[in-house]
Every structure is written in C-alpha cells, then in structure tokens.
C-alpha cells in the first residue's frame, strides 16, 4: 500500500471518529497495511474507550515497538493495565511515561497531529495512585509531593486532593487522555491528496476574429452584435436559493473552510455532501458546516421568490409567534451523532420510536430508546480547561446543569451559558458525596 493511501484511509478514520462514528474509524484504522506507530496508538485508544482491554494492550505494544521513545503509548498502555488490575506492571508503565519527559514538565503532542499536553505532574498523580493501590503509601505521598511542585496551572488542583485522599489511605481517580483524542495525519499532506489541475486553462494567443477568447477546437465562428445577455441573477438573491434550516448547537469552525454559527441561526444549505458536511450561507458568508448540528426550517408558506424566503426567514428568526405553533417538545436523540426531532404530546412509544427511526434512516427494528438523565445540578470538584470546542470548561465550585450522559466517563452539561461535555469524575452531585455517575 503506498503512502497516499495510507494517508488517505488515516484521515478517513480521523474523521469517523470526529462524526462519533468509532466503530467505522476502527475498521478502516484496522484495514491499514502499513501501520505506524500512531495509527496503532489510535487503534489502541479506540480499544480502550470501548474497553477491550487485550486489544488494547496489544495495539499500544506494536506502537511502542514502532517508537520506543512515544512517552503518550506509555502513559496510555500504563492505563490499560490499570483496568486490568496489574498494578505492578502499569507502575512500570507511568514511570517509563515519565523517564520519556527527559526531565521536562510536558510533551506538546500537536506539533505531530494529537492535541494533547502530557504533564510530568500527572504521569506522577498515576504512579502515586499505582503505588497506593500496591500499599505502598509512604512512596505514593513522595510522588504526588513531586507532582505538586511541578505542576505549572491552577488546572491540576486534583492533584491537592489526591495528596489528601492519600494522608487519609484513600484512594483517587485515574488521570486518562479524553476520550476522541487521536494522532490526526499532516494537514499539508491531506491538502496535497486533493486533485489539482497544473495546466490551467488554454487561452487564446492569435485569433482572426477580433477579441476571440474561444479556447477549443470548434471551428472559429463569426461574432454577431447586440445579442441580448442573459441578465445575471444577483449574488444576494442566489445565496438564498438554498433551504433555510435552523442551527440546533453551536460550531466553532478549524479550518478557513469551515464557518461558525450559533444555536437559533438561520442557515441555508446550498448542498450536502455524502460526508455530512453541507455548504451553507450564513450572514453573507458561504461555508461549511456538519449538517447534524441542523434542521430543516418548517415555514408555513415558503415560496420560490428568494426575496420572500428572505423575508419569512427573518420573520421565523424575530418573530417566532407569527409562525405555526408546535404543541409539542423538542426530543433529543444521542446516537452516533445528536440529532433533535418535534414530537407531540401524548404520542405512543410506537409512534416517536418511527419518527427516531424515519430520521435516522434506520429501521424501528434496529432502535431501542432509553432515557437520558434527568436535569440534575452538580458542583464543579476540580477546575477543567477545554481542549477542544465541544468541550465545557469550568472553574472549581461552579454549578452544572447535566443534559446527557455521553458514556460512563463523559457527561453534557451547561455552565457560564456555555454547553460542552466534561468528564464525570470532575464533578459531584449537590445532594451527596458520591461523584456523578
């Protein structure tokens, strides 16, 4: 397999994953002939989000064979054996992690495609909680110790409550990389794979028909005067072509391509790709955006006049009363990515279950629907920076309102008037000392 197609299929894998689609980035990742020491971290971390914890260990093997130096294959096989329960070789792990830091206070891993900062200070919360789960308490006090006084933000004040939890004889929760972290490839690699036309297009040098810019091989043909033009359609009124949707989350955009919206926005897609990405107009601007984080807009009288779209369009977004009202609610369905469906009051199981179904494009058969956690308020126990854009930062004592529960270690939450996802060991509920499951 050459090397465009494993930069190819690499990025295709990325950007399942990037669509919560870690089933199909498996697969193709898996379906790589050449590997290298990333893609089989990348395998390893899909493994060990979805708990198959052999596999795991077995894809972070072959990545530290490939590159016995990579500090973050360590740190994460160190994690999985944790789970496994065998303390003394993840000890082993954590403290080779941290032998890789060569004595500095972090690995910066974005210049090589994986946005994530490994932190001496936290390799070192590990191995104080390895040590502790070994009984060996005294050592587990002299690393955290050391992590305190190497870490560099007020972010690690988890570590402050490890070293109580230790004074106690207690124990405290594993620092892991976040879940959906993977090596990216080189973006001016993946740029290079796009279809370029290096001759550009003919122009016409010598002509016996005066200003002739015909470029081809027709048979020149005599230009005739004051042909009437085709009056060309104005840009303004030929963006609004599109149909207007509604932006249900916000997106904050990477790349130049890519255009930002918030919740409420009124958009119009000009075109959807077969990738979920659609082209849309927003605010004069053309871009792209993931067509789950909208829907269609429901108008009561939408005509083809792009001036009245227009029109209707700014009457749904200031005048929502002017428009049919819904009796009913606003369903949120977490699948492999979110989407929103309007469902009435007092409709059966049978029937909402269809509607999931019809807007899935799935069949009813394949569905089993269960209930999100109720909207429950819990308290901040550490402070969290984001990473990402859909992550939720917080400070240490803030109050958060959880949406969803996106898997046993992350859940959705509103803090500040901001909405992301945090890790549920950040926080507790208000009722109770227990963490928020």
């Known amino acids: 397999m050459s090397f465009v197609s494993t930069l190819r299929q690499w990025d295709e894998a990325v950007a399942c994953v990037e669509q919560r689609d870690p089933a199909s980035a498996l697969r193709i990742f898996l379906n790589i002939e050449e590997k290298n020491s990333k893609i089989f971290f990348n395998i390893g971390c899909l493994y060990l989000n979805n708990s198959e914890l052999d596999e795991a260990e077995k894809a972070f093997d072959r990545s530290i064979g490939k590159d016995e130096h990579l500090a973050a294959a360590f740190f994460q096989r160190g994690v999985t054996f ?14 080779q992690a941290f032998k890789q830091l060569r004595g500095n206070q972090l690995i910066d891993y974005k210049p090589l495609g994986l946005r994530y900062k490994l932190y001496a200070c936290e390799v070192l919360h590990n191995i104080g909680l390895v040590q502790a789960q070994l009984g060996k308490w005294e050592k587990a006090q002299e690393n955290l110790l050391t992590a305190l006084s190497l ?3 007020a972010k690690f004040s988890h570590i402050d409550h490890a ?13 892991e990389i976040r879940a959906g972290l993977l090596f990216k490839p080189n973006k001016h690699y993946v740029a290079e794979l796009e279809k370029r036309d290096y001759l550009g297009k003919a122009k016409v040098v010598s002509s016996i028909v005066p200003a002739d810019e015909f470029s081809g091989f ?9 042909v009437p033009s085709t009056p060309k359609v104005p840009e303004v009124l030929r963006v609004f072509e599109g149909e207007p949707h509604t932006v249900l989350y ?14 409420g926005n009124i958009v119009f897609v000009l075109q959807k790709g077969a990738d979920n990405w659609a082209s849309v107009v927003f605010n004069e ?9 909208l829907e269609p807009l429901d108008i009561v009288t939408m005509t083809s006049k792009p001036m009245q779209i227009i029109s209707q369009a700014l009457l749904y977004s200031s005048q929502t009363n002017n428009i049919r009202e819904f009796s009913g609610c606003i369903v949120k369905v977490h699948f492999r990515f979110t989407i929103a469906v309007r469902i009435a009051h007092g409709q059966s199981y049978g ?40 992550d939720l930062d917080f400070e240490q004592g803030n109050i958060i309102t ?7 270690e992350w859940l959705e939450g509103q803090c500040n008037g901001k909405v992301g996802i945090f890790p549920s060991s950040f926080v507790k509920a208000l009722n109770g000392d227990q963490q928020c499951e």
Request: aromatic share 10%; proline share 8%.
């Open 151 to 153: 870490r560099a933000d």
């Open 163 to 175: 070293l109580d939890a230790i004074l106690k004889q207690k124990l405290f929760p594993l620092v």
């Open 218 to 226: 027709a048979p020149l043909q005599p230009q005739v005067d004051n």
């Open 285 to 293: 601007k053309r871009g792209l955006v993931p067509y789950n984080f």
């Open 351 to 390: 029937i909402i279950l269809q509607t999931i179904s019809s807007k899935l494009k799935l069949p009813a058969s394949a569905l089993t629907l269960c209930k999100s956690v109720p909207h429950e308020k819990v308290v901040a126990l550490y402070s969290y920076a984001s990473s990402t854009p859909e």
């Open 250 to 263: 916000e997106f904050y955009p990477e790349t130049k391509e890519e255009l930002a919206v918030l919740p």
């Open 82 to 95: 944790y789970k496994k329960e065998r303390f003394e070789e993840s000890l082993l792990d954590f403290q």
């Open 402 to 408: 959880v949406l969803s529960k996106v898997n046993d």
